[in-house]
């Protein structure tokens, strides 16, 4: 077990609706990244979270958004929903700067209909 | 999005039997890990290399970091049933976000 926890497991939500996904990193990690995961696919970096500060984005639209508090853990808010939108997403939590492995957690499976 | 070239995409081979699987990139990366997933579950850091041409071992799995830092492979020996899963390999961007770009996965099913 990583340590990494994500809330919740799984979410049913309608098109256009607007979710909330959430993560609490492994004790010792200051930096969450956000990955998308869709059906048969390998994961693809949504973005990352460093000092309460979006620290680099992959190529998704600003409806989807994030935030780190305090204590490192983070929220990835998607708005406008799309039943593209649905898929894995997972957190993986690290430390920035030198060697440092990411750890993941066992992810929200978000459903769109 | 950007992914690496991994293979094979799935294998079906007999219990006790050898694996190999590998990623190749046109990127250069600083460091490439190796992932298990299983269903519904997240990816599981299985060996993390950090050096061209580094040689890693984690129990009956063997990594290797490529010499043109392009590529790795993965070796799992003598397969049992919980070996089961799907692989990634992930190269790690040491610029920015360092930033994880994964391959397709590789699907391990194991006859008994």
């Known amino acids: 077990e990583t340590g990494v926890t994500q809330s919740p497991t799984h979410l049913i939500k309608t098109r256009g609706q607007q979710v909330t996904l959430r993560c609490s990193s492994q004790s010792g990690h200051n930096t969450v990244s956000w990955y998308q995961q869709a059906l048969g696919q390998g994961p693809q970096f949504i973005f990352q979270?460093?000092?309460?500060?979006?620290?680099g984005r992959g190529n998704f639209p600003p409806r989807f958004s994030g935030l780190q508090f305090p204590n490192y853990s983070s929220e990835l808010n998607v708005n406008a929903l799309e039943l593209d939108d649905s898929a894995l997403y997972l957190c993986a939590s690290s430390r920035m700067g030198g060697n440092t492995e990411a750890f993941f957690g066992q992810g929200t499976r978000l459903t769109v209909v | 999005g950007q992914q690496l070239n991994q293979s094979p995409q799935s294998m079906f081979i007999q219990e006790g039997e050898d694996v190999s699987m590998n990623c190749t990139s046109s990127s250069i990366f600083n460091t490439w890990l190796w992932y298990k997933q299983e269903p519904g579950e997240g990816p599981v850091l299985l060996i993390a290399l950090y050096k061209a041409g580094e040689l890693t071992s984690n129990g009956r799995l063997t990594a290797q970091f490529g010499i043109t830092r392009k590529d790795s492979f993965l070796n799992i020996s003598a397969s049992i049933p919980s070996d089961v899963g799907i692989y990634f390999c992930?190269?790690?961007?040491?610029?920015?976000?360092?930033?994880?770009?994964f391959g397709q996965g590789t699907r391990l099913t194991i006859n008994p």
């Open positions: 992930a190269g790690q961007e040491m610029q920015g976000a360092q930033k994880l770009v």
């Open positions: 979270y460093y000092r309460e500060e979006e620290n």
